[in-house]
Each structure stands twice: as C-alpha cells, then as structure tokens.
C-alpha cells in the first residue's frame, strides 16, 4: 500500500539515519580520551545523543529506493558518510562512516507493528563503532520507539528503553570489573556522569522512587551485563501504559554532586515548527548547491524529485512524482524477474567483517573513487 506523502517529511530514511553523526564530536572525545572509562562515557553519550532529534519528529521519511545513496561530508566535524539501500524485500539500509579517528558503521531494517492505536517502530540492526587508535571495538542496537495516537489525538513519539551495550573488543589483564560509572539523563536533552558511590549515596538522601531509575553502569573492562540503557527518573520513561501525550519533557539534571555533564542536546531553530519540527542539522541534509550537484552520483537522495517537491510545499507534484519513482521500481523488479537476475548492491557487499567476526553490510571503498558508471537509474 503507498503511503500519501502527507505523512512524510521531507527527507529520505537514508538521509534520517545521517542524523546519527549530528553529535560527531563526541566520537572525537572517545576517540583521544587516555581514560578507557572516559571513552565508554562518550561513546554511550553518541548513542543516546542519535535518538535526540526523534523528539516531536512526527513525519515519515521517504522510504528509500532499491540502489538509493546518500553521501555527507563534513570537514568541520572530520567525517565524511554514505549510505545504500542495498534491498527492498526486506527493506535494508546500510551506511558506513570513516574519519582519522573511528570508522562507524552499520544497517538498519524497520519493522513496524501496530497496536491499535499506536504503532511500534523497530529498526532492527546493529551498530559498529570502531576507535582506530585504541583498537576498540563498540556494538549496540538501534532502539525501539512507539509513535501513540495514529488515529485519534496528537501523535507523540516514546523510545522503549531496551537500551545499548557497548562491548569493548579486548580486555586488558588486570582490569577489574568494579563498577565507577553511572551515566543519567533523558535521550531528549543531555546526559551525565558520576561516581557509583556518589549516585547510591544520593539515593539514601533523596526522596524519589529510585526504582524508576536504572542508570547505565560502567565497569573497568566494560559495561555491566546486568544494565540496559540509560532510563528512570531522571531519563526517558519506560513504554506507557497509556497514549497520553507526558506533560512536560523529563527533567533531565538529575542534580547529584559532582555530575559531569557529557552531552547536551543543541537548541532548535526558531522555525523548527514550521519545518517538521527539523533540528538544524536536519534542515541541511537536503541542500543542493551547484558544487555539490556536480560531484554527486544520480542516485543521490538529494536529488530526488517527490522529496525536493514536498520540501518547497507542492503536496499534489509531489505525491504524482513519489508514485511515479515506486511505479518505476516495480518496473524494473519485474524486468529483473524475468531476465532471472538478481540485484546486487553497488556500494556494499554482505559479508564477514574482519573486526567483529559478525555478518555485515561492508562497503567496498569503490564509491570515493566516483566512478558512476555502475549507477542504477532510479530516479
């Protein structure tokens, strides 16, 4: 069933995931700290930080078109990112990041589940993190998240707190697995950091239901096995029992002594209600300037028309031309049907990654050499 693109905004899901790197200087921070603790901080601090911008973000993205790219550059932040839709039956993206300090990578593959009046969003997927000077390797699951009210009410979105779990590639000997860290905070606005002992100290003191409050635990040799994410108290709240839209946004200082604050969620424009609800960082990933045009491949998501139609407000061009690029895959998925071919990725290739051992989504490298000549015409 197509979806009227009413319900979009105007980017694609490739363009959507770039919104991980929004806070890429906290890979930065992981990727000098001398403190292996420091570093798992940081780490967990871009994990939380990539779901910020989900907050009040209530339109769809574009769903992606089979050999669908998206490339990003961003000297001042020192990474630069692309992205593949490398199938549609599933539907499976896959991007990878690489700067002089880590390589990111990973795919994600939606599922959605409806509940009556709420649906459930379930980006399946993991996440790979590598810290080139340390040897470092981290892994974690996209989140969950549940939009409420799809039939009757305001929408609101809510991330289940099936948490992260950074895994450190290698366990130096004696390093002990005390716990030092709790890491607090709400996925809308920031995260902090304090002693162990100075957050169960402060438990005893204050007088709030502490069993609402699960912190993120870290340990010498890695994260606790026994914790799940950042929620509670003073975080993100557990599914509701209810699609009643919260009040007021959770308080995200918890307000302990000696709290180090590790990420803070940047401001939104002024216009940001005006714009789906787009964080600045958001509102770039669409631009197009003449320079960059001329050194993008055809399949740059930039470059596709039902997303630049919908952006300059002509709903009607917009939905005729989605329906369009959809009619146009199932064309050539056809065509490949009957000619018995099989599609194959241009980007990436499915296999074994030397680092985790795992089955992955790898990118070749090809892409920066900017040879288009293999590029699918898509759009």
């Given at each position: 069933?197509?979806m ?12 959507r995931?770039?919104?991980h790197?929004e806070?890429?200087?906290l ?13 798992m901080?940081y ?12 907050w ?6 574009f ?6 790219t ?22 499976i993206?896959?991007f990878?990041v ?20 709420s ?9 790979t ?7 470092e390797v ?13 039939i009757?009410?305001?929408l ?6 099936v ?6 590639g290698?366990?130096?000997?004696g390093?002990s ?6 890491l607090?905070?709400?996925?809308v ?16 003191t ?5 069993s ?18 950042v ?5 993100a ?9 919260p009040?007021?946004?959770?308080n ?11 990420w803070?969620?940047?401001?939104r424009?002024e216009?940001?209600n ?5 964080t ?31 952006e300059q ?18 064309s ?7 000619k ?7 980007w ?26 293999r590029?699918?015409?898509i759009?």
């Open positions: 069933m197509t009227p693109v009413i319900f979009n905004e105007p980017l694609s899901l490739l363009q995931m770039a919104e790197m806070y890429a200087y890979l930065e921070k992981a990727g000098t700290a001398t403190d292996p603790v420091e570093r901080q780490v967990c601090a871009f994990a939380v930080s990539s779901m910020s911008s989900n009040d973000r209530l339109g769809k993205p769903n992606c078109l089979l050999g669908e998206f490339e990003l550059q961003r000297n001042d932040l020192g990474f630069r990112l692309i992205s593949e839709q490398v199938s549609h039956h599933p539907p993206s896959a990878h690489e700067s002089d300090l880590f390589q990111f990578h990973g795919s994600i593959h939606p599922r959605l589940k409806f509940w009556g009046k649906v459930e969003v379930n980006p399946k997927g993991v996440i993190l590598e810290l080139t000077k340390f040897g981290y892994t974690w699951s996209n989140v969950n998240c549940c939009v409420h009210n799809v009757v009410g305001k609101w979105v809510e991330h289940k707190p948490g992260f779990k950074p895994r450190k290698w366990a130096p000997p390093l697995k005390t716990k030092v860290k709790a607090l905070g709400s996925w606005q920031a995260l902090y950091a304090v002693d162990v002992s100075t957050y169960e100290q402060f438990l005893k204050q007088k709030f239901d502490s609402a409050d699960n912190p993120t635990v870290l340990s010498r040799n890695g994260i606790s096995s026994e914790e799940a994410g929620s509670g108290g003073a975080a709240a557990a599914i509701s029992d209810t699609d009643d839209i009040g007021v946004l959770p995200a200082d918890p307000g302990i002594p000696g709290q180090v604050l590790l803070k969620a940047f401001p424009p216009t940001t005006q714009f789906f609800s787009f600045l960082y958001a509102m770039m990933l669409n631009e197009l300037t003449d320079n960059l045009k001329d050194r993008l491949p055809p399949t740059d998501s930039r470059l596709r028309p039902d997303i630049r139609l919908l407000g002509d709903i009607d061009t917009a939905a005729m031309e989605k329906n369009r690029l959809e009619e146009k895959q199932r050539a998925r056809r065509e490949r049907k009957k018995k071919e099989e599609w194959t990725p241009v990436f290739h499915y296999g074994i990654h030397p680092t985790t051992g795992k089955e992955d989504w790898l990118f070749n490298k090809d892409y920066w050499q900017r040879d288009w000549s590029c699918p015409d759009f």
